[in-house]
């Protein structure tokens, strides 16, 4: 018997089969990088798919349908930020597969473009949606137009609580240096921290270029999108395990959040806390000069 190499191709051509099978299933489309141009998938992009169903408990409550699209190494599900079930599926070959579990019957309209208009995902429908499968009416095989929402910058209110934040978990991060606990202080700075710092990232390019200045979501292609001198400065910015070069990483990601806050807060016209920033910092390297001995 000859193996047929495993494909995204044939992963689709498999699910197109299937979906075309199922009176319940309405339609299947492509979202993601494997529907977009600009930036479109590589060999190792996943396929995100979004499942119009009008018995959406059948396929939420049993993975065992998945079995019929090829042999499945992992499937765990969840749901989306928006309270969708969603599948996510490693298949035989590595393949990667995302199933987004809509209700049809919620969905207002009869063609797949308003099954699809419906969705809380405009955001991710507008760079690119591709049909495998519609039964709508009329047929949509090209569904497209979709605007994403441009963000707001953040209010002064919701600047001000990201900086707090930011200072209060760097002085979390010297507690735990200091009581020599790596694993808590490598998870706050090059964690909880390095999150603060994509926020900031995206809000300072947005005050620099505009709100409608793409930023993506989740870091990507962020050496694209965000300040050069930031990207620059990001190698400094992440740490060994190791307290010595935690403290250095803390220094280096602060030096970076700092001056990346007071530039977005000049071009928002917010003020930076200056006060809480100085008493952060004396007090952290007064820390670091106590502890300098256990440093390994």
Known sequence: MTHTPATYANLETRIIAWANARSDVRGVVVVGSRARQDHPADEWSDLDLVLFTD????????????????????????????????????????????FVLVSHEAAAGTSLQDWLAATPYSFVLS?????????????SPHPGGFQAPTPAHPSDEQFAAL??????????????????????????????????????????????????????????YLDEWADPRAVAALPAAFARYDRADLWRALEATLSLIRWLARETAARLGYSYPDEADAQVSAWLERVHRSTEGSDG
């Open 163 to 220: 900086v707090q934040r930011i200072w209060l978990n760097a002085a979390r991060v010297g507690q735990f240096l200091a009581r020599g606990d790596l694993w808590r202080a490598k998870h706050v700075c090059d964690g909880v921290l390095k999150q603060y710092l994509l926020t900031l990232l995206e809000w300072h390019a947005r005050a620099v270029h505009g709100p409608g200045y793409d930023t993506w979501h989740e870091g990507r």
């Open 55 to 98: 018995n959406i408990a059948l396929y939420q409550e049993d993975g065992r349908w998945l079995d019929e699209l090829g042999r499945v190494w992992i499937a765990v599900r969840g749901q989306t930020g928006h309270g969708d079930f969603e599948w996510q599926v490693l298949f035989e070959g590595g393949l990667k597969a995302d």
């Open 127 to 139: 760079r690119g949606v591709r049909a495998l499968v519609d039964k709508g009416q009329p047929p």
